[in-house]
């Protein structure tokens, strides 16, 4: 079935809990050394498909094939291909923290020579080598978080599941652990299959699936899904977004959107469109803002919802204005 | 020979853990610390008063004195709770997630629960021995033989009963299952045991029920060895015992298997 290099194949999997259909049949293929990424909304279905992938969870229909071995029927040597970090807590608190990668580290098979080394090296990755013989119960919750990615790292897997796997943990921690998985990836050739509602973290990625109500709604490099939704945003303050509304849609022929922050479009070549809308509209203008469009922007506009409210893709912003920019005629 | 090891890694967790646990020590020696001595002194006396003189009340009880008498039952008590206690981790596992680690691992689920089988029954068994200390309390003299004899059987008769746990816990998904677990089967496993009375000269529907019940068995051949007493013959005790755990042991493996 290993056609295409594919390390992953998934044909119209579906997942029925009860009246619950989680997942609707979903079609996709991972390739070999990629970094795919599953962004979706809260219960769209991503850690159903993951525990899929994994063994956890049978599928109710559909296929799934994982590094040339049926989930279904080889279970034993999907999981010795593959590592995972779970999105809910999955440590035993009544172990150190070495204890519980050495646990890891003993049912994965890595060699004895290497055991020691590998558990300090990725203690020290999420900084917790000091606290290696406290009981993981006496660790906060970023900490627990760090010690279980250390452990999804230990075993240097063929594909590596990660759901969610740096929710809560702060920016510094965050790039470290990426840089971890970008050198395993590199020097390992590890297949990374993640989920993130983070969207900096979904630009790392080879590849995006989008998922919403069980269904994968687009599935592409984000560059190509971003170029989908339209162009660059642009957002216009004035004294009147009413007639600035107008003239938009009237000269421009683009569809805009008035709300309490302005009036808001998509357009190609959005800094070439900034002087000529200050030319051509004749009132006061009190700002005018440009971002390039984000995920988060490929989402809602494919599903008509916000993924999350609180993520916003700040680092995607571009302010270009400045406020009050006031124009002489 | 990975699952080998992985035996061995669910066994090492599970000894770790109680040893960190020094209040579950604690715990599961005091309750029948507790029976024995309250329980035992307040009967041993209030028998031989009934009795009219302790050597008369003592021949229904092979000649013994009951606290003497109980103690053995009181052993297999300790080792029945401690094992179905190790066991019904299971459940908790499942609850704070760590179940699914172990589920994921590449190692086969039979090795998962034969490795908690054993992790269960070696807590157990160590239990079981810290009982011993009260031998001399309770007028046993325990020789190095009975303790060479006592070791194996303990660890026999715990693997039955964390057998016996696991096929009940395997796919409980919930806390509340606990409570079943306590009220459905320790309990009533305890108390038909023979650990607390004489199995001669019982009523019928009683003697059915503590013949039908394993542990009788376990209890039984604990008190050969310990003080020499004995209702049922030693090889149906044993074969009995054996066998019941080789069945649950076997049920433990295909119910564990089945688990998603
Ligand atoms: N064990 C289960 N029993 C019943 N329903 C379930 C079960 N697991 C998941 N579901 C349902 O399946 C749907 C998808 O859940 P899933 O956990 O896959 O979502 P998700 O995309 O991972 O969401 P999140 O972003 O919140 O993690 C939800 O409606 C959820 O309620
Ligand atoms: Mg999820």
């Known amino acids: 079935m290993s056609d295409n290099g594919a390390i992953i194949h998934v044909r119209e999997i579906t997942k029925r809990f009860g009246d619950v259909e989680a997942v609707k049949g979903i079609t996709f293929d991972v390739e070999k050394g990629e970094l795919f990424g599953f962004l979706g909304p809260n219960g769209a279905g991503k850690t159903t498909t993951i525990n899929i992938l994994c063994t956890l969870l049978k599928p109710t229909s559909g296929t799934a094939v994982l590094n040339g071995f049926d989930v279904t029927a080889k279970p034993n040597d999907v999981r010795r291909s593959i590592g995972l970090v779970f999105q809910d807590p999955s440590l035993d608190d009544r172990l150190t923290a070495w204890e519980n990668l050495q646990f890891h580290a003993l049912v994965y098979g890595v060699p004895t020579e290497e055991r020691l080394g590998r558990i300090e090296n990725v203690l020290k990755m999420v900084e917790l080598y000091e606290r290696r013989n406290d009981a993981v119960k006496t660790f906060s919750g970023g900490m627990k978080r760090r010690l279980e990615i250390a452990r999804g790292l230990l075993h240097y897997p063929k594909v590596l599941f990660l759901d969610e796997p740096t929710l809560g943990l702060d920016p510094q921690t965050r790039s470290h652990i990426w840089e971890y998985i970008h050198e395993l990836k590199k020097r390992e050739g590890t297949t990374v299959f993640l989920t993130t509602h983070y969207m900096d973290e979904a630009e790392n990625c080879g590849r995006i699936a989008i998922i919403d109500h069980g269904k994968i709604v687009a599935l592409d490099t984000p560059d190509n899904l971003k170029d989908k939704v339209g162009g660059d945003v642009i957002t216009v303050k004035t004294d009147d977004d009413g007639a600035a509304k107008r003239l938009i849609e009237e000269r421009y022929k683009l569809e805009a959107a008035v709300d309490p922050h302005g009036v808001s479009f998509k357009v190609k070549g959005g800094e070439e469109f900034i002087p000529s809308f200050v030319k051509d509209f004749e009132r006061k203008i009190l700002s005018i803002s440009l971002r390039r469009p984000t995920l988060e922007d490929v989402f809602l506009s494919l599903t008509g919802r916000a993924i999350r409210d609180e993520e916003s893709g700040a680092k995607d912003q571009m302010r270009v204005a400045a406020k009050a920019w006031t124009r002489r005629r | ?260």
Do not use: C, H
């Open chain 2, 1 to 260: 020979m990975n699952d080998l090891v992985g035996v061995y890694t669910i066994w090492l967790r599970d000894l770790i853990r109680f040893w960190r646990d020094k209040s579950r020590i604690i715990g599961s020696i005091a309750q029948p610390t507790l029976f024995l001595f309250v329980l035992g002194t307040g009967l041993s006396s209030g028998f031989s008063k009934a009795f009219g003189g302790a050597r008369q009340g003592a021949s229904i009880l092979g000649g013994k004195d009951y606290i003497t008498f109980m103690y053995p039952g009181i052993i297999g008590m300790t080792i029945l709770f401690t094992s179905i206690f190790s066991a019904v981790s299971i459940i908790w596992d499942r609850e704070f997630g760590f179940l699914k680690e172990v589920l994921v691992a590449p190692i086969s689920r039979w090795s998962v629960a034969i490795g908690k089988a054993l992790g269960g029954s070696t807590i157990a068994m160590i239990q079981g021995s810290i009982m011993l200390v009260f031998a001399p309390f309770v007028g046993v003299k325990l020789t190095p033989l009975i303790i060479v004899e006592l070791f194996p059987l303990m660890f026999l008769i715990a693997f039955a009963m964390t057998s016996t746990g696991i096929v009940v816990a395997a796919r409980m998904k919930s806390m509340e299952g606990f409570q079943v677990i306590m009220n459905f089967i320790l309990m009533p496993m305890f108390f038909l045991s023979g650990a607390m009375f004489p199995l001669r000269g019982l009523p019928e529907w009683l003697d059915l029920l503590v013949k039908i019940n394993p542990l009788s068995y376990g209890v039984d051949i604990m008190r050969y060895v310990v003080i020499g007493v004995n209702t049922y013959p030693v090889g149906r005790d044993l074969a009995v015992i054996s066998a019941f755990s080789v069945v649950m042991i076997v049920l433990a493996v295909v119910q564990f298997g089945k688990q998603e």
